[in-house]
């Protein structure tokens, strides 16, 4: 291991230069513009794959009508073995290569194609979610090659390219190739979540689900003039306004009757894990800007974060959002707002609470518009995994030798949907094993990521998959 750790660091150059290339590809999945990229960037990614011997599979997963009304195809997901030795364990790694949208009309400070380091942190997008911690797999593995060190287990590679816009058919891949994921693994490992702060590390054992709804609300057949029509007919996006406000309070708190009967009360063992988790609240709330947060104290706020379901409103599709004014009536607009779910919850049962409590809050406003209230998409399930696995312990064990310190156990607010289709498919344990802090700015403007996450994260990897192989 002496040696893979040396080759990693006297390397550190290539590495950083290998993630600028990558970053370099704009493989935004959404993007119809930006399609073909994404398909180049899974080509990339297999030839990098290939050069460390990998066997490696271009799975088709058909075609996807985009925004623009144009049909094409989807990046194909890749599926890689780097060894299939018999008396080895095999662990399975999942992460993506596609990204968000950037521009730097968005606030960026640099080019967010282009990876610019400015005091040790690396601007770009991707950079941390997802490219950064999947590259560091790949440049682990050149390493124990390169030292010609023995890499005691087998691995596996899924990636995929349309993670950002919902992991598209993945879960007709991983369900449909028993070949590949029901035999022949033992761990599942995800780089793709972040530190609880900026400096020290975790693993993370559970996540949220989500439900996007949309409230349809049709109050005319076209857009009316506000002069010629306002105040003879009963606005769609008054009572839209209406609506938003008797779903949440504005601490956050749910007032959907219901919604909240399934979650789980939280045990004195697990109220003892928060008290030695680090985090600062202040710190948090500077972080964000925030005038104030929810909560005062540190477990409270994040249990709001982790272990309970949270409503937040997402905006206003038919109303006029830009710079300027428009005296203009919508005659439809739609509400669009997420749940997010913990464990116990079911879709059923808050997809219920949630559309018949938007219907009686229109019959008491009297305004006889026609309102829909429907899911948008196929909803998201929470995850929470157990940690008194080798897999996890592996994991901690390695992250405390390589930072110096435990790492926090920490659950998230965030969604991974296929992360419990991994644990239900392997029938195996699933960890989360973030590389990048809390502070990259994933999804927003100058995202980033810390050169020594990025080092030391390699390192961690490093010294994890040797653990494995103790097992």
């Not at 990876?115 to 682990?140: A, C, Q």
Request: aromatic share 8%; charged share 25%; with cysteine.
């Amino acid at each position: 291991m002496d040696a893979v750790i040396r080759h990693l660091k006297e390397n550190e150059q290539k590495w950083v230069d290998r993630l600028a290339e990558c970053v370099s590809i704009a493989s935004i999945s959404g993007s119809p513009d930006h399609r073909d990229e994404c398909i180049r960037q899974m080509h990339e990614t297999e030839k990098m794959l290939q050069t460390l011997g990998a066997t490696t599979e271009m799975v088709d997963i058909g075609t996807q009508k985009m925004h623009d009304g144009v049909t094409r195809p989807l990046p194909p997901v890749i599926l890689g073995k780097l060894g299939e030795d018999p008396k080895k364990k095999t662990l399975l790694i999942y992460g993506h290569m596609d990204v968000q949208p950037a521009l730097i009309t968005d606030g960026w400070d640099t080019d967010p194609f282009v990876l610019t380091e400015k005091d040790g942190k690396m601007f770009g997008r991707g950079s941390t979610d997802d490219k950064g911690p999947v590259l560091g797999w790949l440049n682990v593995i050149e390493s124990y090659q390169k030292t010609n060190t023995e890499i005691p287990i087998n691995i596996k590679f899924c990636l995929e390219g349309m993670e950002e816009s919902g992991s598209v058919n993945l879960e007709g891949v991983v369900r449909g190739r028993p070949d590949f994921f029901e035999t022949n693994v033992d761990w599942v490992c995800i780089s793709d979540n972040y530190f609880l702060g900026k400096s020290k590390p975790c693993v993370t054992y559970g996540l949220r689900g989500q439900m996007y709804f949309y409230v349809e609300i049709t109050c005319a057949k076209q857009d009316l003039h506000s002069g010629v029509f306002g105040g003879s007919v009963h606005e769609a996006t008054v009572e839209l306004a209406h609506i938003i406000s008797a779903l949440v309070e504005p601490n956050g708190k749910i007032k959907v009757p219901g919604v909240m009967d399934q979650v789980d009360p939280a045990t004195d063992e697990e109220m003892e894990t928060y008290k030695n988790i680090d985090f600062n609240i202040e710190d948090f709330r500077g972080y964000l800007n925030a005038a104030k947060l929810t909560e005062d104290n540190k477990a409270d706020l994040l249990m709001r974060r982790w272990r309970f379901p949270t409503l937040s409103f997402h905006g206003i599709q038919g109303a006029f959002a830009e710079p300027g004014e428009k005296t203009v009536i919508p005659g439809k607009v739609i509400g669009k707002f997420s749940i997010r779910l913990v464990p116990s919850m079911t879709f059923d049962h808050v997809e219920n609470a949630v559309v018949s409590h938007v219907q009686k809050i229109h019959e008491s406003l009297g305004t006889q518009n026609e309102v829909k209230c429907y899911l948008a998409k196929k909803p998201g399930r929470p995850w929470k995994a157990e940690t008194d696995t080798p897999n996890f312990q592996a994991a901690i064990k390695a992250v405390t030798d390589v930072w110096g310190v435990a790492p926090d156990l920490t659950r998230e607010g965030g969604s991974i949907p296929i992360t419990l289709v991994f644990e239900e498919v392997t029938k195996k344990s699933v960890l989360l094993l973030p590389m990048g802090s809390c502070d990259d700015g994933a999804h927003s403007q100058n995202e980033k990521l810390n050169r020594i996450n990025y080092t030391k994260g390699m390192e961690v990897f490093a010294n994890y998959i040797d653990l494995l192989g103790k097992e």
